[in-house]
């Protein structure tokens, strides 16, 4: 009996050694694993896009108000401008950014630190899908 039940098994792996391809079953079984995972990588992918594109913009952002803190750093270094320039000039100003972006230099009152005249600059950009960046700096007379 158990040579019976032996010569059985071995016909039945001999013939499914020699099976070429898939079956019906196999076919069906990849479609909804692939049904399943590529909706959900598709997910991950537009989510992970979402962040990059928020990463760029922040960085753009930095990028904009140290460039105008440049300019403004220039000006108050140069001969020809100074410290009295950029107070009158700069205060209020709204330079014009890419679009989407808003810009904002604030400059304080004038107070004095042992003897020396100071202000305080202060450039903030904004965008409405991340918090304002901002930079500040102290000018002294």
């Known amino acids: ?50 962040g990059g594109a928020k990463f760029l913009l922040m960085t753009r952002a930095v990028y904009s108000a140290e460039g105008i803190m440049e300019q403004i750093m220039a000006d108050y270094r140069s001969p020809n401008r100074g410290y009295d320039w950029v107070k009158s000039y700069w205060a209020g100003t709204a330079p014009a950014l890419e679009a989407g972006f808003s810009c904002l230099v604030s400059i304080s009152s004038e107070s004095t630190f042992n003897g020396l005249s100071y202000v305080d600059v202060t450039v903030t950009v904004s965008n409405p899908d991340f918090p304002d960046v901002v930079l500040n700096t102290s000018l002294f007379q």
């Open 1 to 50: 009996m158990r040579s019976g039940m032996l010569n059985r098994l071995l016909k039945v792996r001999i013939r499914l050694g020699n099976e070429k391809g898939l079956s019906l079953i196999d076919v069906i079984a990849m479609l909804i694993i692939l049904g399943i995972a590529v909706p959900a990588l598709t997910r991950l992918s537009v989510v992970n896009s979402r």
